[in-house]
């Protein structure tokens, strides 16, 4: 947008055309009068718009934003170059969006006079002027009324005549909306066509913007174009059907074998319908039983039976966490919910981006405008994991179909147990998954084919799986039992006892199939074999074959670009949507228990370094598919469970980096305990560890413990590795400065500037000079250093420094890189410092944005980002919101780091100052006392953070009159601050003058006692 402001000698001006970091602004709203009248773009770019009646308006409007400590403001005659037709139709398209983010709009009603007199507004809303103002007819006033935070109606006089809030009646009469709505209640609380009645009276000079008009009111898009008249409004109101329609995401294709369960899946509609009618709200269903009795084809079965009755279908792999939110970020994807990030390079700021697509998914399920949906969570076993709970919406109009094979989820209340099939279904499976009417066959093949049904205890899973063998070897029942019972006696394997409730038939039966099938193709089985260690689920294709390649195993890989067709035709694997495919646990199961030990480390070692491969040729693109990493991560932890701490130790062959890699890869993705858990198995190897991923490792689990804020024992862990890498690597090695750069940030954490900059510089004459001034770890080493130049207060310099390194992030990296948003951050605080309040939110909003898009609103990263815009709230005298914004962010930082961490410690200081400035010293005290608490513990009792929040509560006690509690405050503070860093230290110094000037008044207090 571009937005207008006048200077200080009354000239009125643009700034450019604003994508990006837009600053406070009001907005005008008015009724247009004749065309030459108003003010146009061009009329203000040549000058001549002064004469015209309509550039009082603007002269208004830019007045009263002064008024409201507003720079900036917005009017639409001529804010927008109607010349430039690309321009006008994003001013359109955009402007719900321009009013609804305007701190003020000003309601400009030019045929509504107050007269002479000085009448309450009490008295002159009862006039029928306000309520028969034509501002109240027009199509596009619609958005404009309901948008804003804030709405002020001024008369043809500029005479302010009440707000939204005080004229709610009088609005509400002559528009009939809702007080509801007019007190900001979300228009999705108010249904599609009670919102088609508030504008169904109001007219607009073209046909197309009757339509046009109301788009942000239904939060729809389409294109304009003027010129097809009423057929707008057609477009509309088919924008807004498809909106509701939905969309069915099941990945999973119809089974055609589904047989036997009719009843059942009649049943969970039964249930389901009736607990609508009752009015209950979001449904939640179990369907429950043991591993490969058909839960997940029942469930698939009810969703593509009765997908037509709901207005959208989603299903959720919901086996692990991580397979979960994978899903839930296709479901994102696939509805436009969250697009991919558009940066490139892995960083720890990449670690939760499917945060970002759960919360918009469960924000669109319970909203009140999107009801009637399925959400289907197959496979929820793991319910010790509390963090899938957090997935599953508890609100909305909609229903949640689980299955499980715990019988906890009975509790749910809408249950079923799914129990075994009976004899005539289970031959009716077999029949069809081994292509055979038993019903035409002679009675011997009949009664094989119901012996084999009874010996796999009428498990489908096994049936199924029964049929392929028999379909694919052309075999005929009686020869399949013969050689499923002699294979069961000569059995050497036995399944795990402590999870197996299965016949010990089934064994046989997967047992025959996998000798059979690794005689007839031993690659595609070799390739089966590894991947019994992956997740059963999202096995993608693609994934497979780079990550074979990438770990030099190429035939391997070929494998899997020939010979997947083998393995679906045995069952053993169920194709998936696109590339992907799934393999059933109790398969897997079977896999690993039939290895001998020895053989399960070679497939557990052969899967670890496909893994790794995988992640590593992921990491060389220059576009990162973050679906793909959430698919990878879930193999990854696999992966580990499978690891046997003590076999691996003498038996190992995987080096050390491949351990490296998937350390690196849950880092990334929030899971600081694995990633350690990886790189110390890497130092642990047995084969040779070089030097470099020696290195690596420590490093890897020194970093994990900075971000953990363990910052004492990750300094100590540093400094040695420090020394050492000085002397192994050499001092111009790219981790030797990253370990630098590391150390410099733990001192600047603890409060130890000087140090802090000390070690950036070493770093920084190192990188500069083998890097070069653009590359991405010098210019990460300036924004480092300019941190400390603001800290120290030296803000010229740090001004300087930030804004070009911004410059050369931008130019090499992108705008969203998180790096970038880093120093726009950074920038942001270094003018909240300088007291440019409005700057230092354009950039941190700017930064908010960015890392929102990226990781979501709960990451840690984008908390970072709201405690500094709290900050700035604090410091420019928006105390409410600063406070309401710090305890927000205050506890979402708790929440994941625990109560000792630096950052939390850091916002209950921060909070202790916010009341303090409001005069709360009670409430003040209790949050300076927690920070003060945890910092003595964590930092010492001599640590500058420590003495900065003895210092403050000093101040609150002088404050409260408790003159001498502040005087042995302040004393403790500065014979801290003086063993530290001496007597010339400027904390000191301020100190000393401030105990003196304090002593001087308590002694003439004292005096003046006596004195009466």
């Known amino acids: 947008m571009r937005l207008l402001k006048f200077s200080s000698d009354g000239e009125l001006s643009f700034t450019s055309y604003l994508i990006e970091d837009i600053p406070r602004y009001a907005i005008l709203s008015h009724t247009w009068g004749a065309e030459d009248d108003e003010v146009t773009f061009n009329d203000l770019k040549d000058g001549s718009g002064k004469s015209k009646l309509g550039y009082k308006k603007i002269q208004f409007c830019g007045e009263q934003a002064r008024r409201d400590s507003l720079q900036y403001f917005w009017v639409d005659t001529c804010c927008i170059d109607k010349a430039n037709h690309t321009e006008l139709s994003e001013a359109i398209v955009s402007m719900f969006s321009w009013y609804r983010d305007a701190e003020k709009c000003y309601a400009y009603l030019s045929d509504v006079s107050v007269g002479s007199d000085n009448s309450s507004e009490s008295e002159w809303t009862q006039d029928s002027a306000f309520k028969e103002s034509r501002w109240f007819t027009r199509g596009w006033t619609l958005q404009e009324l309901l948008a804003p935070k804030s709405v002020e109606f001024f008369s043809r006089e500029r005479e302010l005549l009440g707000d939204r809030n005080t004229l709610e009646q009088e609005i509400h009469e002559v528009t009939k909306i809702p007080i509801a709505a007019l007190r900001g209640s979300p228009l999705t609380d108010f249904s599609v066509d009670e919102r088609m009645r508030w504008a169904e009276k109001r007219i607009t000079k073209r046909k197309e913007d009757k339509a046009y008009c109301l788009l942000g009111i239904f939060g729809v898009f389409m294109p304009l174009l003027y010129g097809e008249k009423d057929h707008a409004y057609i477009r509309l109101k088919d924008q807004i059907d498809g909106y509701r329609e939905g969309s069915i995401h099941i990945p999973l294709p119809r089974n055609m074998n589904f047989v036997g369960r009719d009843q059942i899946v009649q049943d969970i509609h039964t249930a389901i319908t009736s607990r609508q009618v009752q009015g209950f709200d979001c449904i939640r269903c179990a369907v429950y039983g043991m591993g490969g009795i058909g839960k997940t084809q029942t469930i698939l079965e009810y969703a593509y039976r009765y997908r037509k009755v709901f207005s959208s279908v989603f299903w959720v792999k919901a086996h692990s966490y991580e397979s979960a939110v994978k899903s839930y970020c296709t479901i994102a994807q696939k509805i436009g919910l969250v697009r991919r990030p558009s940066w490139g390079a892995w960083s720890p700021e990449n670690q939760d981006v499917g945060t970002a697509a759960v919360f918009a998914v469960k924000e669109r399920l319970t909203s009140r405008e999107y009801s009637n949906w399925l959400l289907l ?501 928006r105390l409410e919101e600063a406070i309401k914004l710090h305890e927000e962010t205050y506890h979402g930082y708790k929440q994941v780091y625990g109560a000792m961490h630096h950052a939390v410690l850091t916002l209950a200081d921060w909070l202790g100052g916010s009341y303090c400035r409001k005069g709360l010293y009670v409430a003040s005290l209790k949050w300076y006392e927690e920070a003060l608490c945890g910092r003595r513990r964590l930092l010492g009792e001599g640590n500058t953070k420590t003495l900065e929040t003895v210092t403050n509560m000093a101040e609150v006690f002088e404050f409260q009159g408790r003159f001498y509690r502040a005087m042995i405050w302040y004393k403790w503070a500065l014979d801290g601050f003086r063993r530290g860093s001496g007597l010339n230290n400027y904390r000191a110094q301020l100190l000393e003058h401030r105990l003196r000037a304090l002593l001087r008044q308590w002694h003439q207090r004292a005096r003046e006692v006596r004195s009466r």
């Open 377 to 877: 969570l197959d496979g929820w076993d793991d319910l010790d994991d509390e963090r899938m709970e957090s997935l599953i919406p508890h609100a909305g109009s909609g229903v949640v179909l689980i299955t499980s094979r715990r019988e906890d989820l009975a509790r749910a209340g809408c249950s079923f147990n799914l129990p075994l099939m009976e004899e005539a279904t289970s031959l009716s499976l077999l029949s069809k998954s081994s292509l055979t009417d038993y019903g035409d066959c002679n009675p011997e093949e009949l009664k094989a084919a119901k012996e084999i049904v009874r010996v796999l205890g009428n498990l489908p899973l096994a049936i199924d799986q029964a049929g392929a063998h028999m379909h694919a070897r052309k075999m005929q029942a009686a020869k399949y039992l013969s050689r499923l019972t002699e294979n069961a006696e000569t059995l050497d394997w036995k399944p795990p006892t402590n999870t197996w409730a299965y016949h010990n038939t089934v064994l046989s039966s997967w047992d025959l199939t996998f000798k059979e099938f690794e005689k007839s193709h031993p690659d595609v089985f070799a390739m089966f074999q590894v991947c019994g260690f992956l997740a059963g689920e999202n096995i993608s294709e693609d994934l497979l074959t780079s990550g074979f390649k990438s770990a030099g195993m190429d035939a391997l890989a070929q494998v899997v670009e020939d010979g997947m067709g083998n393995l679906f035709s045995f069952s053993l694997a169920k194709r998936e949507a696109g590339d992907g495919f799934s393999i059933h646990t109790i398969v897997q199961t079977c896999v690993r228990q039939r290895l001998s030990k020895l053989q399960r480390q070679t497939y557990l070692d052969s899967a670890i370094l496909l893994v790794a491969g995988a992640a590593r040729e992921l990491s060389s693109q220059r576009q990162l598919d973050w679906l793909t990493y959430r698919q990878l991560l879930a193999h990854v932890n696999s992966c580990q469970r499978h690891l046997d701490d003590a076999l691996q130790r003498t038996t190992c062959v995987v080096p050390a980096k491949e351990f490296f890699i998937l350390g690196r890869v849950c880092d990334q993705f929030g899971q600081p305990d694995q990633a350690i858990r990886w790189f110390k198995q890497g130092l642990n190897t047995t084969t040779h560890v070089s030097t470099q991923s020696n290195f690596e490792c420590r490093d890897g689990i020194l970093t994990v413990m900075l971000n953990k804020g363990q910052l004492h024992e990750a300094l100590a862990g540093f400094q040695t590795l420090y020394a050492e890498a000085i002397t192994q690597l050499g001092v111009q090695h790219e981790l030797t400065n990253k370990i630098a750069n590391s150390i410099g940030i733990i001192h600047k954490n603890m409060g130890s500037l000087e140090q802090a900059l000390a070690w950036y510089e070493t770093s920084l004459s190192q990188v500069r000079e083998k890097f070069g001034e653009r590359d991405q770890r010098t210019l990460a080493t300036w924004n480092n250093i300019a941190v400390i130049y603001k800290e120290q207060k030296e803000y010229g310099m740090a001004l300087d420094l930030l804004q070009d390194v911004l410059g050369k992030k931008e130019a090499a990296l992108g705008e969203e890189h998180p790096s970038t948003l880093e120093t726009l951050m950074n920038l942001g605080n270094l003018y909240r410092h300088c007291e440019r309040y409005d700057e230092a939110l354009r950039f941190l909003h700017r930064a908010l944005r960015g890392r929102e898009k990226q990781l979501g609103k709960d990451n840690p990263k984008t908390l970072e980002v709201k405690g500094n815009i709290a900050s700035v709230y604090f410091k420019s005298g």
